[in-house]
């Protein structure tokens, strides 16, 4: 199938996604899944900003680690972005300890 050639029959949302990503995809890098991680980034690190900024940034990108897996089992996006997004909730996780010991132990 090449890159405009719409498929037969699409009966499901998965095939309508995977079909979608083709569209969008410049030099083999899937950009309708970076897209999704992105504005499900975004959205929880808003929703939360009530809190620390440690807090909405660890709660984000755990949300947005979740969604990666899922997506990468879904094949929208490669293995190296769900390795930035990895490390990016770990650096995250990192920030949220380092607050937790300023808070108690005041260092």
Do not use: C, H, W
Not at 18 to 30: A, C, M, Q
Not at 31 to 50: D, R
Not at 74 to 101: H, K, P, Q, T
């Amino acid at each position: 199938m090449s890159m405009f050639e719409q498929p037969e029959n699409i009966t499901s949302m998965l095939s309508f996604l995977k079909y979608v990503s083709t569209l969008t995809e410049v030099g083999g890098v899937p950009f309708l899944g970076i897209g999704m991680l992105l504005a499900i980034g975004f959205v929880s690190f808003l929703v939360t900003k009530a809190y620390t900024f440690e807090r909405a940034a660890g709660f984000a990108s755990f949300i947005t680690l979740m969604s990666a897996i899922l997506l990468r089992f879904m094949n929208l996006i490669n293995d190296v972005i769900l390795f930035f997004v990895a490390v990016l909730f770990v650096g995250s996780v990192i920030m949220l300890m380092r607050e937790r010991n300023v808070e108690e132990y005041g260092v």
